[in-house]
């Protein structure tokens, strides 16, 4: 039993109100989570009492932005545990991160007979980035087969891994599935053959406590979005020695050091990433969001959103004609089902009805969806402010669909 949604639910104004007549119960997290009074109060400060643009002017105002915003780029590097401060990059969020690495640092590397290798369970905004660079540099995109259950082993990343790759990309967290893959010990294999690893965090940060020493990952992209934080901002981890080798993808003001007519060079990272006024905002409502998270600490909410997933996988078990995806265990805060021949989005409308908000379709994940035979699935994703009753109130409202459904069949 977990006590933590019943305790910190106060916090999170949104989920007091009712839906269709019904308490609202917020099972979609996974594609965006709700937000707490304090990172609410947090952007509502800044803007009321700090907003200028930063390192730029020498007035007040502009000094107390800039201190937010920077002080938002040391949260975010002791979040993760990174070496140096420099070594995080604001984004608007994981696809813009991944992009990044994959133009800036995996055009410049790759060549013709090189190899990136990925997994099936990808979501797109990482697969079609890696999908353009082979196509721009003659690079082969090879897979990591999926176990029946949908996770990898690592004699599969073994055999798929070779001298050859010069990328190995992957979600710590599938988006789909809810399992989490093995990030320290295929980065390992990924290094003895001098590949780099990419971690797409999107759906692990929230959820787990990441440190990217540990992981001895190259990069992690993550979405502030989804641990509590606003929407338009994210973070790439890089380590230091491959940023400073790393171009700019985008060009303008703040990120350079000289310009003249003819050419220009650009100063060092973090900075030569951030062109243009950046998502000051944005950042300061994300290191709200971590330290919220922190306070109430990464190992209890990883416990609490693991135990929501397990209870709601043997209660949705006992449904007849239910189809659960993933494996049983090593799953994060996600379950994803279909019901009988009946399409996700009618499921999902169904008990919408009754105030419960899952997530349904291919979940940018068409790949998987092809490799589980199905056109679209239906998607229950738990957080920190879920509770038990939360899991009961899914159980039913899908009990109520399957009578529904039967009646109109």
Not at 174 to 200: T, W
Not at 258 to 266: G, K, N
Request: contains cysteine.
């Amino acid at each position: 039993m977990s006590s933590l949604g019943l305790e910190i639910r106060e916090q999170f104004p949104i989920l007091h109100q009712e839906v269709n007549g019904h308490p609202l119960v917020y099972l979609d997290s996974g594609a965006s989570s709700q937000k707490p009074r304090a990172v609410i109060e947090a952007i509502k400060r800044y803007y009321e009492n700090d907003h200028a643009n930063v390192h730029r002017g020498v007035h007040t105002l502009g000094s107390r932005a800039t201190d937010a915003y920077e002080e938002a780029r040391d949260k975010v590097a002791a979040f993760l545990n990174a070496k140096f401060r420099e070594e995080i990059i604001f984004t608007r969020g994981t696809t813009t991160a991944l992009n990044l690495v994959a133009s800036s640092y995996a055009r410049s590397v790759c060549r013709e007979g090189d190899e990136i290798v990925l997994t099936p369970m990808e979501h797109h905004s990482n697969l079609i980035p890696w999908q353009q660079v082979a196509k721009a540099t003659g690079a082969t995109l090879k897979y990591i087969p999926l176990q029946p259950d949908g996770t990898i082993t690592l004699q599969d990343a073994e055999n798929a891994i070779t001298d050859k790759t010069k990328i190995v990309s992957m979600t710590y967290v599938s988006n789909v599935l809810g399992v989490m893959n093995p990030i320290q010990e295929v980065a390992a294999i990924a290094h003895r053959h001098g590949a780099k690893m990419v971690v797409d965090g999107a759906q692990s940060t929230p959820h787990v406590k990441v440190d990217v020493q540990q992981l001895d990952c190259d990069f992690y992209a993550f979405s502030g979005h989804k641990m509590c934080g606003p929407t338009g901002i994210g973070a790439l981890y890089g380590k230091k020695e491959l940023l400073e080798r790393m171009e700019p993808i985008e060009f303008g003001g703040e990120m350079i050091d000289r310009v003249d007519l003819y050419e220009s060079t650009f100063k060092d990272p973090p900075e030569r990433f951030e062109g243009g006024t950046p998502i000051i905002a944005g950042a300061v409502g994300l290191g709200a969001a971590i330290d919220f998270l922190t306070e109430i600490g990464m190992d209890r909410i990883h416990a609490h959103d693991a135990y929501l997933a397990k209870i709601a996988y043997e209660q949705l078990s006992q449904i007849d004609g239910l189809t659960i995806y993933g494996p049983r265990d090593n799953r994060t805060g996600i379950v994803t089902f279909n019901m009988k021949d009946i399409h996700a989005h009618d499921v999902a409308t169904v008990i919408d009805q009754e105030g419960v908000a899952i997530r349904a379709g291919h979940h940018c994940c068409q790949p998987l969806m092809r490799w589980l035979n199905v056109n679209a699935t239906a998607r229950a994703s738990f957080y920190l402010y879920n509770t038990e009753d939360d899991v009961a109130k899914l159980a039913a409202a899908l009990r109520n669909a399957e009578q529904f459904f039967d009646n109109i069949g």
